[in-house]
């Protein structure tokens, strides 16, 4: 236990004597120290500051004998600015019980004890006589005396507490013990005092339009001698000249003696065309005079625009256009114009029409600028293609982005229709699909390599279907046999009719295969629609062919782009797959329980990207599809 308290005492010697004194004028400190005879054992203490201090915040606290025991008294009551208070021995003599603020029996120390004076509050000892946890014989030395026998008065020089005995023993005034003639009193020359200047408000914010704003700078304790700060204006993401302006930045801000009226510093707000989001800058205090301190010095300053910002749009949602009018003027407006120019972006992009074939636009995509202050449309003109091939109608779009002078887009998007000039058709002719797969083991495949007839008309329509030898890398025989045929709608028919094929089922691994199937000479002054050709893959059904056919990989999509389906090739480890949209929102799921091949069909999708997410316990791939 004594070893435990020897610790302790070591902390708190440490602690004191690494700590810092108490600013001048800041706190209370021991004024007067009484070791007498006999009981008359007292301490005074004395408050410099300005205001009453409420004293049970504070504790007197004695340290006997280098620290073998220790003990506390807590004062009680107020002290006065500039008044003393008397803590006396409970048995000490009547003049000095005459005098005493606060008794305890507790104060009973010696010339060999430590005392100190510790603000409980903080837990911060602020003044102290002797060093704690020290044992010095029998006294400390003072001046021309000691600690023993002697009564003891602080110089009038001494403004706070000190925590240093080796300084603090030279601060005091010896006299001879049981000396009462000055106790209850204390002289103390006056601290000098020190203004503080600071900013008042930490933050404001001031409409653009507002013109200026101003900065308030206040002082407290001011003197007889006047006290100047610099201000000092600096960007944060408002820029000095564009949207703030202080003249001779930075600026000096004088107080004239002993006033304490706010000075005021008034900064112009500038006030421009331009639509941008709120912007800040700082105001900082530095460099001030007469030995004042800074409080609060720093400001920011946030400018709230108030302009409108401009709404670019196509003009018109959809415009039709015949194939041999040469070109189709694009209108575009704005409205909110300020006095920024704005541009925007105009991109065209195919939807049945093919731009280079159907029309075309120099440089798409093209910017469109609308000048500062004008609200008048801007035109963008889109050359037509006037071909000789009889088609359906087609479309394209155009599509507005990128918006500059932080510009909003209304109308986005105009649709453009060009209606086909050319010899009038009966009826048109398409396979149904681009492209389509099929798996080996299926022999006999018609489905989705549909063929329709459209308008049809009394007499009968018909189409050749042949392969394409040349395009295919299946074999004809050895993976599929086919015979190039001529489909027939017979008069008003308009159903859909199959051209037929065989699958060969072999017990080769191959990689995907397929062939090309093309329509020509169609009769009845009919023609061939979007869809001309179409291309059949065949997977392999054999050992390991899903492995050949992956290579390194562990999922396909084929075709992709695709049409109305695609078929997904795994390496048979997914349990299942999601499929989402760009946004991420899941619009199908499926469970594949380790299957390698399955058909995705797509024909209640509309055209553009989507992402298939296949998953298993050891996690997630994602495969990129394109729709057309």
Known sequence: ?????????????????LAQNPAPCSDLFFSEYIEGTNNNKVLEIYNPTSSTINLTDYKVWISFNGGSTTSSIYLQGTLNAGAAFVLA?????????????????????????????????????????????????????????????HTLTRMASVNNGQLDWITGANEWNVFASNDFTQLGTHTMTPCTVIPEVYIVNTAQSVIESAGTISIQVG??????????????????????????????????????????????????????????PTETFNIDLSNPSNSATLGTSHEVVTITDDDTAPS?????????????????????????????????????????????????????????????????NQTVTVTIIDDIQVEL????????????????IGTLEEIITIDDNDVIINSYISFWVTADTIVESMPTYSA???????????????????????????????????????????????????????????????????????????????????????TVNILDNDPNAVKSILGDKNVMLVPNPATDKAML?????????????????????TNIHAQTATTILLSDFSAGVYFVSLHNNEGTQVVKLMKQ
């Open 1 to 17: 236990m004594k070893r435990i308290f020897t610790s302790l005492i070591f902390l708190l010697t440490t602690a004191v004597a």
């Open 89 to 149: 021995n409970t048995l000490a003599n009547a003049t000095v019980l005459a005098l005493a603020n606060q008794t305890s029996g507790a104060l009973d120390f010696n010339g060999n004890d430590a005392v100190a004076l510790i603000d409980t509050a903080s837990n911060d000892t602020i003044d102290i006589i002797g060093v704690i946890g020290v044992n010095p014989g029998a006294s400390w030395p003072v001046g021309s005396g000691s600690t023993l026998l």
């Open 219 to 276: 002082i407290n304790n001011p003197n007889a001698n006047p006290t100047t700060v610099t201000l000092t204006a600096s960007d944060v993401t408002a820029a000095s000249g564009s949207d703030y302006n202080l003249i001779g930045n930075p600026v000096a801000v004088t107080f004239p003696s002993n006033s304490s009226a706010t000075q005021t510093v008034t900064i112009d707000i500038l006030n421009d065309a331009v639509v941008e």
């Open 312 to 376: 670019v749009f196509l003009v018109n949602a959809s415009q039709s256009v015949s194939e041999g009018a040469g070109f189709v003027t694009l209108q575009l407006g704005i409205n909110n114009p300020n006095a920024l120019p704005t541009s925007v972006t105009l991109t065209l992009s195919d939807l049945s029409a093919i731009i280079g074939q159907d029309y075309d636009l120099t440089g798409n995509p093209v910017t469109v600028i609308f000048p500062g202050g004008s609200s008048a």
């Open 393 to 408: 109608t087609e479309t394209f779009k155009a599509t507005l982005s990128n918006p500059t002078n932080n510009a909003t």
């Open 448 to 534: 989705q390599i549909e063929i329709f007839s459209g308008n049809p008309t009394a007499l009968p329509t018909s189409v050749d279907v042949t392969l394409v030898t040349g395009s295919s890398t299946a074999t004809e025989g050895l993976d599929f046999t086919f015979n190039d045929t001529t489909i027939t709608w017979p008069g008003l028919d308009a159903t859909s009719k199959f051209a037929v094929f065989h699958i060969v089922d072999d017990a080769l691994i191959e990689p995907i295969e397929h062939f090309v199937l093309t329509l020509s000479n169609p009769t009845n002054n009919s023609a061939i629609g979007n869809v001309g050709s179409t």
């Open 569 to 589: 090739i795994t390496n048979g480890k997914f349990e299942y797959y999601e499929i989402r949209d760009a946004a991420g929102r899941i619009l199908q799921a």
